[in-house]
């Protein structure tokens, strides 16, 4: 397990969080000879990049086989910074709308410093409505951007700590009872294992890999299940079959009915469709035991970075999770990951051709990269 975040200022006045309180001082402010410069605005472009699954993906909403997300790309002063958008289905997002938010985003930001990182921020959580994708991917490249200009990674700008990065898990989609056994035989150089739920088939498909397997396993349901009870049914039994913790067992709009899960289930509970941003946080106290925070989810590196504050200090377990995504979106959460207890960050090991390079894995434990900015460069 590991130690808890100590950081120096959770929250602001009036409960509303200030990012800046969060930051080390050094970077709450532009360095003075960019000031000096007059350099302000940068180019601003979207474009899409398509991802392929290297398997069918299931869940209890759909199966798909591929990904259309976007590249930002943010160039000022000569530099250029990458971010990924990654849309889900599941908030209302696709590529499509990635874009039509990201027109509207680009026009509130036009003047600006890449400096000026928290009024970007602002303006583009103001315009971007549903689409917090284009949000986190305008902040990676922000991130990115200036890391890049500082010849420094990200993580060091951030002062995360090193030497404390939790274990990834690897999902076992799902699939025929065979072909789960053979994925978790691929598999053998992750420790730690997910499974998705939620399913009609869940005690069959459980059961066909927790044959094969002793590793440690954890299960989303997605929020599949239909009611308190049903959950708690489903729980007592995954409990038997060694299960660590359970994600979203039923849909976020019955979060009150989570108080009765969480008082029977014998098992750790984490939010993730019930937990966007930094903001839905503090409402989920008694009813998860931890939550799951994604960039795409809450608008990027800034935020999660905010969130692992905020969970820790309300007491939550802090899980880091993704969606299918590149090895660019991945080497942003794996930034901030070291402030996180429990991480998921699969998406770039599930495609094939990733589009971009640089991160690296082993025994199902991201490095942190030394690379200026977030370490990846395109493939
Ligand atoms: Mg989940």
């Known amino acids: 397990m590991i130690a808890p975040v100590s950081r120096r200022t959770l929250l602001s006045t009036g409960g509303a969080l200030a990012a800046s309180a969060f930051l080390p001082t050094s970077l709450a402010a532009p360095p003075e000879a960019t000031k000096t410069t007059g350099t ?154 997910k499974v998705k739920v939620g399913l009609p088939d869940d005690e069959a498909n459980v059961t066909a890999i927790r044959s094969v397997t002793d590793k440690p396993i954890r299960v989303d349901a997605n929020e599949g299940w239909k009611s308190a009870a049903e959950a708690v049914t489903k729980i007592a039994w995954l409990k038997t079959m060694g299960i660590e913790f359970v994600e979203q067992p039923l849909p976020s709009f019955m979060n009150a009915e989570m108080k009765a899960v969480k008082a029977a289930a014998g098992l750790p509970l984490v939010a993730d469709e019930s937990v966007l941003h930094p903001a839905d946080v503090p409402g989920l106290v008694g009813l998860f035991d931890g939550i799951n925070v994604k960039l795409a989810k809450c608008g990027g590196i800034t935020r999660a970075y905010e969130m692992a504050a905020l969970g820790r200090a309300l007491g939550f377990k802090l899980m880091l999770g993704c969606m299918i995504e590149s090895s660019l979106g991945i080497a942003a959460a794996v930034a901030v990951a070291p402030l996180y207890d429990w991480l998921d960050l699969d998406g770039n090991l599930l495609i094939t051709g990733d589009p971009f390079k640089g991160l690296s894995i082993k025994d199902g434990v991201w490095a942190l990269p030394f690379g200026p900015g977030l370490g990846v460069v395109p493939a």
Request: charged share 25%; aromatic share 8%.
């Open 40 to 193: 302000r605005g940068a180019k601003l472009d979207l474009r899409s990049l398509p991802l392929k699954l290297t398997h069918a993906w299931t869940i209890s909403r759909n199966t798909s086989t591929e990904k259309k997300n976007g590249l930002l790309t943010l160039t000022a002063e000569g530099v250029t910074g990458y971010g990924e958008a990654a849309a889900n289905v599941r908030y209302g997002q696709s590529f499509e709308s990635a874009e039509k938010a990201f027109a509207k985003v680009a026009k509130a930001v036009e003047g600006l410093s890449p400096w000026e990182h928290l009024a970007w921020l602002e303006r583009a959580e103001k315009e971007a409505g549903v689409d917090s994708e284009v949000v986190a991917a305008l902040d990676m490249a922000l991130w990115d951007w200036k890391g890049k200009k500082l010849g420094a990674p990200v993580h060091r700008l951030l002062g995360i700590p090193t030497g404390r990065m939790a274990v990834t898990t690897y999902s076992i989609g799902i699939d025929t009872a065979d072909v789960m056994k053979a994925k978790v035989k691929e598999a053998a150089r992750y420790p730690h294992l």
